[in-house]
T-cell receptor, first 113, second 109 residues
Framework: DTAVSQTPKYLVTQMGNDKSIKCEQNLGHDTMYWYKQDSKKFLKIMFSYNNKELIINETVPNRFSPKSPDKAHLNLHINSLELGDSAVYFC????????????FGNGTRLTVT | GQNIDQPTEMTATEGAIVQINCTYQTSGFNGLFWYQQHAGEAPTFLSYNVLDGLEEKGRFSSFLSRSKGYSYLLLKELQMKDSASYLCAAMDSNYQLIWGAGTKLIIKP
């Protein structure tokens, strides 16, 4: 009965490859997010989706593309991976109201070699 | 620009009390969150403040002063399991969260 689940937990790949990270939430939340946490531990918002519409798209490279087949899923696809993409990627969801807390998945540690 | 400041690391003793401070500068303000993140795990929600004052939840309390752009998280009766990073995040006028880098709290026996 995991609330927010993302797979895989670890991803090791070579530069130039394309990879996807999947995320699903069973909380019935309206909004889902992708965050990147770098080695300095800052959490940086990448994307959020509300009812399948992109509502935040920060200045991330267009090699990153979110895909939401339905309200419960928000996958992250990354093309032409670079060394600097190595980080932990967290999926999260919330009810969408300002006071609603984020519920995070367990993270995907991406290592690009 | 928008900014969150919190200490990088703090050390405290088991059973004691510790206060983790956070100052914020945002374009507008719609509340402040505290999250706990154990090493290698996901952040988990601790508290939300939007009005001035103290909110208490068991051993954890969170305080907000909007006029000073200041918040703190107070942890009482510290336990070894409280060793973690504590993230402060302020919500701006566009309802976007601005995150601090987190305070790593080390608890010693």
């Amino acid at each position: 009965d995991t609330a927010v689940s993302q797979t895989p937990k670890y991803l090791v790949t070579q530069m130039g490859n394309d990879k996807s990270i999947k995320c699903e939430q069973n909380l019935g939340h309206d909004t889902m997010y992708w965050y990147k946490q770098d080695s300095k531990k800052f959490l940086k918002i990448m994307f959020s989706y509300n009812n399948k519409e992109l509502i935040i798209n920060e200045t991330v490279p267009n090699r990153f593309s979110p895909k939401s087949p339905d309200k419960a899923h928000l996958n992250l696809h990354i093309n032409s991976l670079e060394l600097g993409d190595s980080a932990v990627y967290f999926c999260a969801s919330s009810q969408g109201e300002e006071s609603s807390p984020l519920h995070f998945g367990n993270g995907t540690r991406l290592t690009v070699t | 620009g928008q900014n969150i400041d919190q200490p990088t690391e703090m050390t405290a003793t088991e059973g004691a009390i510790v206060q983790i401070n956070c100052t914020y500068q945002t374009s507008g303000f719609n509340g402040l969150f505290w999250y706990q993140q154990h090493a290698g795990e996901a952040p988990t929600f601790l508290s939300y403040n939007v009005l001035d004052g103290l909110e208490e939840k068991g051993r954890f309390s969170s305080f907000l002063s909007r006029s000073k752009g200041y918040s703190y998280l107070l942890l009482k009766e510290l336990q070894m399991k409280d060793s973690a990073s504590y993230l402060c995040a302020a919500m701006d006028s566009n309802y976007q969260l601005i995150w601090g880098a987190g305070t790593k709290l080390i608890i010693k026996p």
